[in-house]
């Protein structure tokens, strides 16, 4: 039978014809037929709805989108990052990491930090005397500036009332009884946070001082007229305000007459959504970390001689320095204190000191979403989950996909009702510090190069794992919303949203690699869009980044399968994959590549797009960190048969087309990689020119070759490195006559640019070639 013009279906198109590249067509040399397989893919896409036609991305500039958008997460440790060691540190592959895996996964340990006495939030209908006991506790691990302190004593002895703002679990309520406690409060009372703000005013009448007799006058030390002769305080923390009950100034000047009366004082804790009118507030700075750990520590090491010695030692451990740097709330160093006592005193091991601090995300994490009567608001929760997935990207482009997240979520809840989404919502401040999260200005990356914009991020980089994590698995009522979202990510037009889908399921994969696999990526992969194949492409492979286990054998499964596409999703992620494991990954695209000459009865029936992605494929790993390793096994095998032949210098070619930064004029990554290697004698020094010759000799093969060489020619001319470097390898390119006349013939009669007189490098290179 006639065989087809395989070879010039493996090399990719002309760079100067790139649409003809993402189509997939070469108008000069006629266009192939797709395969009869291919052809039913196509007339089943029709069917998908009235989509628009897509113009597949090629394989190198995906790569490059997958590394500008993917989450700073997936480079958790030292092995999770894009790898390769081409140029200059430039790496063109993705290799994995085990860090990010085991955050994922989740701590061993269950350890309840939050069960401790003065330290928990306090309850809706906390109502009550605050026991000595705990004052004095508390009082004896109490750490802030002392101007800070004095400040707001005095503001609280002129006004009577205080308003202290700030987040939760950053010390207020604790101010706020010590507080009291400074003023020599003779006892301290809290108030219901349910308290309607008109009442303020009654609430701190203290009947019950009044009522109880001698007994309660001897015990308070008020005088026989009934004023106090020593203060009382009152504690109402994280007041609860709605729009229809803010909290104004009135109440509080009613409050404050009442309290002149009574000679009390009274301090309010609120939120940053708290809603008031004409109050004044105390914006609440939280101590240092460090400094409260210092407190605590000293108060729970057992009294010995050497507790100073003691106290120290425990501060100078990694473990504990990880902990300062991870920018936990109080609550969670009071519970680390309380953890390092009991380690000092051998109750509990070094490792539990180690999972602490991922433990007390993880509570975080799952207080976030639990239902009770302090939960957070399901558009919150929405918010979370979307900045999880958005972790350091655009705020304005998290907030509107969670709103979209938001949609979902309500179908969900309500089948039956109508998602609403206001239009303007919680401001951007309260919104992150709510998520514990930052606002900062940073460059995105955009085809257009960057853009400076807010973006968001975790102020913890592992809450966004264990967040994903959580939800999949902790509820999993969540995932229908969860995963139609996903599907709508998928479907969105711009890189970075389809990157941050393919992260998010890839980290649902680490979780539970079967539903992600049924329910996502299985479905995007058999998908006749191209779009959505990419995205399973960059999902499996950052899941195996994330040392997902079995995704090489998915690979493996795929690309010997019927599926068409699938066999398409398996070439390109073991483009991205295939540096790790080099001999397996190129076996499995020799046998892909031997798959399309089988039972090839019509030549126009040879799948010319699937043999381009296989080049494609091989030039990636060309350029990736296992340069050297992928260099001898094309070598190796470059004359097994006609088909692998094909693949190499295909691939080959592909890769040579490459530049620095992909610059028009930037240096050629093969062309660096060749002069690095002449220089320290390596084995690339011999095989790079070895499949140049093959390319070079190669009929199907020889027009494009020399259409590279012709524009590496032409950035020499622009740049004195490339034309050092083509000036040692042209003459490893002439072992014969007629290799000698094929390269004199480009450098004598090449046009320079737009049809100008020949570059003047041209000349000064054909004098380097060696006359045979």
């Known amino acids: 039978m006639n065989t087809p013009d395989v070879a010039e279906a493996a090399r990719p198109l002309p760079a100067e014809d790139p649409s003809a590249a993402a189509d997939g067509k070469d108008g000069r040399d006629g266009a192939a037929k797709d395969s009869k397989e291919a052809k039913e893919s196509k007339e089943a896409e029709g069917s998908e709805g009235s989509e628009e036609h897509e113009q597949p991305q090629t394989a190198w500039s995906a790569r490059r989108d997958l590394i500008d958008h993917s989450p700073r997460s997936m480079n958790l440790g030292d092995r999770a990052r894009f790898g390769g060691s081409m140029v200059g540190g430039s790496q063109h592959g993705v290799s994995g990491g085990q860090v990010a895996g085991d955050v994922i996964m989740g701590s061993k340990t269950e350890i309840h930090q939050w069960a401790i006495p003065g330290f928990s939030a306090p309850s809706a209908s906390a109502s009550g005397e605050v026991p000595q006991s705990t004052l004095d506790r508390l009082a004896a691990s109490f750490v802030t500036a002392e101007e800070t302190v004095e400040a707001l004593l005095v503001r609280l002895r002129r006004d009577r009332v205080l308003v202290l703002s700030g987040a939760r679990f950053t010390g207020r309520h604790t101010a706020a009884l010590m507080l009291l406690h400074r003023l020599g409060a003779a006892s301290v009372h809290t108030l219901d946070r349910d308290t309607n703000p008109s009442t303020l005013a009654d609430k701190v009448t203290a009947p019950d001082a009044a009522s109880d007799g001698p007994t309660a006058t001897a015990a308070t030390g008020d005088t026989a007229g009934g004023t106090p002769a020593h203060p009382r305080g009152y504690v109402l923390a994280d007041l609860v305000t709605r729009r229809d009950r803010p909290l104004r100034e009135h109440h509080l000047l009613a409050a404050c007459a009442r309290l002149t009366e009574q000679n009390a004082y009274l301090v309010v804790t609120v939120g940053p959504t708290a809603v008031l009118e004409d109050v004044p507030v105390v914006t609440w700075q939280p101590p240092d970390p460090a400094d409260v750990l210092a407190a605590h520590l000293r108060t729970r090491v057992a009294a010995q001689d050497d507790r100073a010695a003691t106290v120290a030692k ?229 899941a195996h980044l994330l040392d997902t286990p079995n995704i090489p054998r998915i690979l493996d499964e795929w690309s010997k399968g019927e599926d068409r596409r699938l066999r398409w999703v398996a070439v390109r992620a073991y483009a991205l994959i295939g540096a790790e494991r080099p001999e397996q990954a190129l076996a499995a695209l020799r046998t892909a590549a031997r798959s399309l000459y089988r039972d090839l009865a019509d030549p126009d029936d040879f799948d010319r797009e699937m043999a381009r992605e296989l080049g494609e494929a091989v030039a990636l790993l060309l350029l990736s960190e296992a340069s050297d390793q992928v260099l001898a096994e094309l070598r190796l095998h470059l004359h097994d048969d006609r088909p692998v032949e094909d693949l190499t210098i295909g691939g080959f070619v592909s890769a040579c087309r490459h530049t620095q930064d992909d610059e028009r004029y930037g240096h050629p990554l093969v062309l660096a990689w060749y002069a690095r290697s002449a220089t320290e004698g390596s084995a690339a020094a011999h095989g790079i020119p070895f499949l140049w010759r093959a390319a070079l000799n190669d009929p199907n093969a020889t027009r494009h070759a020399l259409d590279v060489l012709r524009e590496w020619v032409l950035i020499a001319d622009r740049s004195t490195a490339p034309e050092w470097a083509l000036a040692a390898l042209l003459p490893t390119l002439v072992t014969t006559p007629a290799e000698y006349q094929r390269l004199g013939h480009l450098l004598r009669t090449m046009p320079g640019e737009d049809g100008a007189k020949p570059p003047e490098v041209a000349a000064r290179l054909l004098t380097t070639l060696p006359v045979r």
């Open 314 to 542: 425990l501060l100078e451990l990694p473990d504990v320095t990880e902990f300062l740097s991870r920018s936990h709330q109080l609550r969670e160093v009071a519970a680390f204190a309380q953890l390092l006592g009991r380690y000092a005193a051998g109750e509990v091991t070094e490792s539990d000191v180690a999972q602490f601090s991922l433990v007390s995300l993880e509570n975080q994490v799952q207080e976030w979403f639990e239902e009770d009567e302090s939960s957070i608001h399901l558009r919150d929760k929405a918010f979370l989950v979307a900045l999880a997935a958005f972790d350091d990207g655009p705020y304005a482009l998290t907030a509107e996909l969670s709103d979209l997240l938001y949609r979902f979520l309500q179908q969900t809840q309500n089948p039956v009702g109508v998602p609403e989404v206001p239009v303007f919502g919680t401001h951007i401040g309260k919104r992150l510090q709510l998520a514990r999260a930052e606002r900062y200005e940073d460059d995105e990356h955009t085809e257009w190069g960057p853009v400076t914009q807010q973006k968001a991020r975790f102020v913890d980089d592992r809450a966004s794992l264990v967040l994903l994590r959580e939800v999949w698995t902790g509820h999993p009522s969540a995932r229908p919303a969860l995963i139609d979202w996903l599907r709508r990510l998928a479907d969105d037009g711009r890189p970075l949203v389809r990157t941050r889908a393919a992260s998010t399921v890839a980290v649902l994969a680490r979780t539970d690699l079967p539903s992600a696999m049924a329910l996502v990526i299985q479905p995007w992969a058999t998908s006749n869009r191209f779009r959505h194949r990419l995205v399973a492409v960059n999902a499996l492979t950052l």
